[in-house]
DNA sequence: GGACGGTGAAACTTCAGGTTGCCTC
DNA sequence: GAAGTTTCACCGTCC
């Protein structure tokens, strides 16, 4: 086997490769399994290289309009030539790390599993550093092998005349060599297995099916999950039958079908019987919702009247949607034992006790929703990332779900009239959107205006659209500028209304 | 004698990502 | 299970 010498600068052997690919001209994508360990070991190889990309470093510090220490450290890597790439950056840093690569502005992006799938990034070398990644309950795994082949896939770019492209795996000794070598460079890539039958993927489905008349009875429903992967795959319909006949069971109890009554029933096989959507289902199924998730949502919202935000928030932060929630880590015991003390009587789902299993979920959707209410009381991405250790990547990811959620929510309360909560649930939903608080909801009405300057405006005495109207003579100027002043200016005199979501007149027409 | 700083070992903590889902102007 | 971070004990130095 030929074998190569790279130069030992450090003593980790993937910066060492990184460094060298540099030094060849060429670019590295090293992967890593944390986040963590991206950030550190792009820092690491940084320190070694001496790129000038003072623009790009900048681009990526301002990204936000205010950086996080996230930022800081990104931009400081950047301008010397390496940087980290995980979802935890916001979306604006991710694509200008991508054109910088494919621009070759950067040698080399230390990466979690983001930029293996989707995202084509291709370069000479890919360097895998770990194949091990921990899985909460089963420790250390393997990495499948179909990974460790995408990984590998992104080496060489023949649209830059590479003739070939180097993947590199890291041992820590001999024997792991081999086995590396034996498992993932020999080995066979894993099957494909179907999903079906996990419950929450089979009852999205069943619902789904039965919502759009696709099956109308239960030997319909069979016969259709007979035709499918699954069935090919395992060919054992006594386990699927019995899961659908459970399935449907639930459906009932929750109120998304009927089931007309059989006359005869077998012991091996589901009853023939017909199966109708009730409007609640066929809404369901329409909102792409769990039913699970419908489930739980309903109940919450029935059980008290009295809505406040933060229950609103720690009901949609425990569904199987918002998962993963917001693990909460040992220092952050207190503040999330607070903030239950506070809420704790107007919560809708009810409180595990500490010995629960569930407990720790329960909490992580503490945890998630205190974030999400802090956003609405306005603190910003360099706050959250420091008091929730949550990256501004991760918050956007979990605001457009609890966006959804909550319009879920709204769809709900109108079928079941629950009117009362309507109000309440789509202030909170704008609120969320634009992370303000309450009284800033009247200013956003206007277009250009969002969380910052409609602050900007309520600090300088407008706190609603009559206040504004009564502005003198240059006082929107002087906070907004002379552009969006005069454009709010010209909006009050009723020439250029905002384009607004109803939901969103809805809920702001109340002030 | 005590404050301070540097060092290394031990103890402690944490651990990927994503797709579409709704509606609408 | 391992990497990375924090804590802590220990020692030497300086005022």
Redesign the pocket.
């Known amino acids: 086997m030929q074998s190569v010498r790279i130069p030992e600068v450090t003593d980790d052997p993937s910066v060492d490769i990184a460094l060298d690919t540099v030094a060849k001209g060429k670019q590295a994508l090293v992967f890593v399994?944390?986040?963590?360990?991206a950030e550190?070991?792009a820092e690491d190889i940084a320190r070694k290289l001496k790129g000038k990309q003072e623009g790009l470093a900048r681009q990526l510090l301002t990204a936000l309009s205010r950086p996080t220490k996230q930022c800081e450290r990104l931009a400081k890597c950047a301008s010397r030539g390496a940087v980290f790439h995980?979802?935890?950056l916001a979306q604006k840093q991710r694509d200008l790390i991508e054109t910088a690569f494919r621009e070759g502005k950067l040698g080399v992006i230390v990466c979690?599993?983001?930029l293996a799938?989707?995202v084509n990034l291709p370069s000479f070398r890919t360097i895998v550093k770990?194949v091990?990644?921990?899985e909460s309950g089963r420790?250390?795994r393997w990495i499948p092998v179909l990974e460790y082949l995408q990984y590998a896939g992104r080496s060489g770019r023949p649209d830059f005349h590479d003739d070939h492209g180097e993947a590199v795996l890291i041992a820590?000794s001999e024997p792991e060599a081999e086995e590396l070598l034996e498992r993932y460079v020999h080995g066979q890539p894993e099957e494909i297995y179907s999903k079906l039958a996990v419950e929450p993927v089979l009852r999205m489905h069943l619902l789904a099916l039965i919502a759009s008349g696709t099956v109308r009875s239960t030997s319909s429903i069979l016969s259709f999950f007979e035709r499918t992967f699954w069935a090919h795959q395992f060919k054992d319909m006594d386990k699927l039958t019995t899961v659908v006949d459970r399935t449907l069971r639930r459906l009932e109890e929750w109120g998304f079908i009927t089931m007309a009554s059989s006359d005869f029933v077998s012991a091996d096989e589901l009853e023939e019987r017909g199966v109708r959507p009730t409007s609640l289902g066929m809404r369901v199924a329409?909102?792409?919702l769990d039913p699970l998730t419908a489930h739980q949502l309903i109940l919450g919202l029935g059980s008290h009247r009295g809505l406040s935000a933060f229950a609103a928030l720690q009901l949609l932060s425990s569904t199987l949607?918002m998962?993963?929630a917001l693990?909460v880590?040992?220092?952050e015991y207190d503040l999330i034992q607070d903030a239950l003390l506070q809420h704790h009587d107007k919560l809708l789902v009810e409180e595990p006790t500490l010995y629960d299993e569930e407990y720790d979920a329960f909490l992580a959707s503490v945890k998630t929703a205190l974030m999400l209410h802090e956003w609405t009381e306005e603190k910003d991405e360099p706050y959250l990332l420091e008091t929730f250790?949550v990256r501004p990547g991760e918050l956007k990811?979990k605001l457009?779900?609890a966006?959804?959620l909550l319009?879920a929510m709204v769809e709900l309360c109108k079928l079941l009239g629950f009117k009362e909560l309507l109000a309440e649930l789509m202030k909170i939903r704008v609120r969320l959107e634009y992370g303000v608080r309450e009284e800033l909801l009247p200013l956003l009405k206007l277009k250009g205006i969002g969380r910052v300057r409609s602050r900007q405006l309520f600090a300088a005495g407008f706190k609603t659209v009559g206040h504004l109207k009564a502005a003198p003579a240059g006082a929107l100027e002087r906070v907004l500028g002379e552009k969006l002043g005069q454009s709010v200016r010209e909006q009050l005199e009723g020439k250029t209304p905002r384009?607004q979501?109803?939901e969103q007149q809805a809920s702001l027409s109340g002030y």
Do not use: C
């Open positions: 399994t944390s986040k963590r360990s550190k070991t995980h979802a935890g979690t599993p983001t799938y989707g770990s091990k990644r921990y420790g250390l820590s329409q909102l792409y949607e998962r993963p693990r880590k040992v220092k250790d990811v457009q779900t966006d959804w319009y384009e979501k109803p």
